[in-house]
């Protein structure tokens, strides 16, 4: 043994604090599911078809005969005239292999009560509740709105539609009735699921008085049903006429619904998600690719087998939940973990002691959370035993390198690889990350890309930046796991997303104005995820955040250099989305739900650094003359923020402000504003109509801080 063993508590706090490479545990390496050391070249050499390997870990009713089609770039088809089910993959099939009384869901519920699913279990219900859907009319191809928290009912519905070929579209449970009927009214859709309510630190929230509301927000008929999860703690929740989830799956029980074999680019879900403009996007998703890129990523990245009791604890209201707690592990057959309640109660260590109870060996979670459990501190991971973990892995935002050793360390014993997972709700599943046996971790850096991904960092005319250099993430070639396109707007996802590789104008162009319309017969596109990052001279990639937030946090680092790329312009005008606790805001949309308060004139909304979400929500608000900036009127916008979005929206601070900085051509300065809220120096305000309003508006921040 190495004299490790006799380093003191203050020795190792220090080694640790230095090192900057991590290398994979050689136990973990040993029993880990991929470690062909060459696979990064084996893809790259072998591309499209190494994405047969992602494939065949799927059954498929019809074999593809094609592994991609790009003749209607950026419209790319993955595994073209295959066929298959995705509930029949996450089911049926681990069931025919003698996985039947294999656990698929162990459930924790927040008052302390525990359901465990079987795979026999599951399939039973799926199919019970998908009887009762085609009962109540939904047909192939009818969009089915979930709106449910974290209860087992949520993966079971979701299942029950991919079987019978009905894409979902979950709605998270703490959005809004109004989030709820725009995605309803966008998508046309004319099926609810909900519940009557569902606990938050103990108290019973009403659910359905949301959903209701929302519902009379709808501008089509919708048929209901409603989970019982309350029991009686409420009862005035069915309505006259929705049905109730308990007595359809009562009604159906013992029903067999063949699995329908869906082509691979038949839709299995949408997802909305924020974006630069006011309406949240519709992004589609595959049966075939999403899943076969789901369930290589859990089986690659999070080195998911039958014999683990897996947890991401995420929910599923976000694409994380989605691909990570029911597509892609159920797909691999293992035992995945649902938490319904939050990290901290009754106590701060629920968390670690549902990973003790449970021999949890996987575990996947958000920066947020991680400093949140580093801010309540180590003795609370300390108190239970946590050796059953072998995989960390961190998703959302980036990690700062303090809390990613902290989580190695308190929570992984310094024996567990950690894995930070860059990706979107557009790619469908991770791009860019370590693979834990091959590649060292880097703290602070997610990795380089995955086998078979080509990511650049490139500057504005599109050149990869050099090692050290700040610049744009682009992704330089389809994969199966990506977005098809946003719901009922092709024009949308190609302006939005894709730009022309061969033109070098073309990147400029895109990023001074992401809605420009250029797309003609490019015959090489490039995905623009709209973050900054960086890359060191072994690849690995730094994702610095939206690219908002570029301005930040790397270009006082970099200096003047970067004025003469032109950056400057271009970020001033692409700063409208925000990352709170690793979900993404719509600035825009918040804006709205303001300005929607009576006696408010004009709201600006930036985010801000924040310990512990990452960044919060600052709102910076204009009253009407006649309305008086007050105490109420701040708890009317937070109110309305509350309403229009959900709690998530809610703002760290609202501040009254007479002007907000605008440039000569009348922008608002949101860049100044995101200064002040990070308490950074200001930048340049000598573009300013009215300079003098931002010092005004930095004091009133510091006297309230
Ligand atoms: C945005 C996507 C992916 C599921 C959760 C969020 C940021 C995500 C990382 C990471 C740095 C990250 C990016 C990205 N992001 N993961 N490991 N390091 N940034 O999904 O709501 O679609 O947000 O989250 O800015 O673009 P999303």
């Not at 996985?99 to 302390?112: D, F, P, T, V, Y």
């Not at 359809?248 to 630069?276: I, K, N, Q, W």
């Not at 033109?503 to 001074?512: E, M, T």
């Amino acid at each position: 043994m190495s004299d490790e063993t006799d380093e003191s508590a203050v020795e190792l706090e220090a080694r640790l604090e230095e090192q900057e490479r991590f290398e994979p545990p050689e136990s973990f390496v040993e029993q880990a599911n991929v470690t062909d050391e060459d696979i990064h070249e084996t893809f790259a050499e072998n591309w499209p078809d190494c994405w047969e390997r992602a494939a065949d870990l799927l059954s498929w009713d019809e074999a593809y005969d094609s592994v991609l089609e790009d003749g209607d770039a950026p419209f790319y088809e993955w595994f073209t005239g295959g066929s298959l089910n995705a509930s029949y993959n996450c089911l049926d099939r681990h069931v025919e292999d003698g996985g039947k009384n294999r656990a698929a869901i162990k459930w924790e519920g927040e008052l302390g009560e525990t359901r465990t699913y079987t795979y026999g279990d599951l399939l039973n219900e799926v199919e019970s509740f998908a009887a009762a859907l085609r009962d109540l009319g939904v047909e192939e191809d009818d969009v089915v709105t979930l709106y449910l928290p974290m209860i087992p009912e949520l993966p079971i519905a979701m299942l029950a539609c991919a079987r019978i070929g009905a894409p979902h579209s979950v709605v998270f449970a703490g959005f809004s009735a109004d989030a709820l009927a725009t995605r309803m009214n966008s998508a046309d859709s004319e099926y609810l699921v909900t519940c009557d309510g569902y606990y938050r630190r103990g108290d019973a929230l009403n659910h359905k008085r949301k959903a209701d509301e929302g519902l009379r927000g709808v501008d089509h008929d919708v048929q209901t049903v409603v989970v019982d999860r309350l029991g009686d703690e409420l009862t005035h929740f069915l309505g006259n006429d929705a049905h109730d989830y308990d007595d359809l799956v009562d009604e159906h029980e013992g029903a067999s619904v063949d699995p329908v074999s869906r082509d691979a680019e038949d839709m299995l879900f949408l997802m909305y998600t924020s974006g630069t403009t006011g309406q949240p996007k519709g992004v589609k998703h595959t049966t075939g690719g999403y899943l076969a890129y789901t369930a290589w990523t859990s089986h690659a990245v999070l080195d998911v087998e039958p014999e683990d009791t897996y947890w991401c604890a995420a929910d599923i209201g976000w694409i994380t939940g989605h691909s990570y707690i029911v597509y892609g592990p159920l797909a691999l057959g293992t035992t995945t973990m649902m938490y319904e309640g939050t990290p901290d109660y009754p106590e701060r260590d629920r968390l670690w002691e549902l990973v003790e109870r449970n021999r949890v060996d996987i575990f996947y979670t958000a920066p947020t959370a991680i400093r949140s459990f580093m801010k309540w501190g180590e003795q609370y991971p300390d108190r239970r035993d946590l050796s059953s973990l072998r995989l960390l892995g961190t998703v959302g935002e980036p990690i700062n390198p303090r809390a990613w050793k902290w989580y190695y360390k308190h929570i992984g014993d310094e024996n567990c690889p950690i894995v930070d997972t860059w990706w979107q709700t557009e790619t469908g599943g991770m791009m860019v990350t370590t693979l834990p046996a091959i590649n060292d971790a880097k703290p602070g850096a997610a990795g380089p890309a995955l086998p078979g991904i080509d990511a650049r960092i490139v500057d504005a005319e599109g050149e990869r930046v050099d090692p050290g250099n700040a610049g744009y993430l682009t992704i330089n070639n389809p994969w199966p796991g990506m977005l098809r396109t946003l719901y009922d707007n092709d024009d949308r996802f190609v302006d939005e997303y894709w730009t022309e590789y061969s033109d070098p104008d073309a990147v400029d162009r895109q990023l001074r104005d992401p809605h420009s319309s250029e797309s003609e017969d490019a015959d090489d596109w490039v995905y623009f995820p709209e973050d900054g990052a960086k890359i060191d001279e072994d690849g690995y990639i730094t994702v610095l955040g939206r690219v908002d937030d570029v301005i930040n946090v790397s270009f006082p680092e970099d200096g003047a250099k970067i004025d003469e790329d032109g950056y400057i312009t271009v970020l001033g005008r692409v700063d409208d989305v925000i990352n709170v606790s690793g979900h993404r805001l719509g600035t825009m949309e918040i804006e709205s739900a303001i300005v929607g308060v009576p006696g408010v004139a004009e709201a600006a909304v930036v985010g801000g650094d924040h310990d512990v979400k990452g960044e919060a929500v600052y709102a910076y608000v204009i009253t009407e003359d006649e309305t008086e900036p007050n105490e109420d009127v701040r708890e009317r916008i937070v109110a309305g923020i509350e309403d229009g979005i959900g709690p998530i929206a809610r703002p760290e601070e609202v501040v009254f402000t007479p002007e907000l900085p605008k440039t000569r051509s009348g922008k608002i300065m949101r860049r100044l504003l995101e200064d002040v809220a990070s308490g950074n120096e200001l930048g340049n305000t000598s573009t300013l109509r009215n300079p003098e309003v931002v010092e005004e508006i930095a004091e009133q921040v510091d006297a309230s801080a």
